[in-house]
């Protein structure tokens, strides 16, 4: 079942807004480099799973747990930028789905100089 297109603009519009919060006014020097990824909110968009990516992989912990610990703050910044009956609840997660395409696109490549190695070896014994 595909998701109501409301639902589809609010996660679009909270994924906007939380990341120029957390840019412009969350003033933590520990918190490093972040990119919101993306928003699920549930179907009564009274929770929000908040993914992000953390470009520094030793400050991952300490990135997530600003975040979880500042999401009072940034949903109060949020009632004052949006217009909805109840600003969701914020919850942090971190989005795994960059690292995993890394993963991916490494095998790959090592398939790829496999084949490539094996394509010479066997010209070489013509």
Known sequence: MHPYKRTVRVNDLLREEIAEIIMHKLKDPRVGFITVTGVKT????????????????????ETMGILKASARFIR?????????????????????????????????NEIKSREDSGDKEDEGSV
């Open 76 to 108: 109060s910044e949020l009632s004052g930028r949006i217009s909805m009956k109840f600003v969701p609840q914020l919850f942090f997660r971190l989005d795994e789905s960059i690292e995993y395409g890394a993963k991916i696109d490494k095998i790959l």
């Open 42 to 61: 549930s179907d009564d968009l009274r929770n929000a799973n908040v993914y992000v990516s953390v470009l520094e992989d030793s400050k991952r912990d």
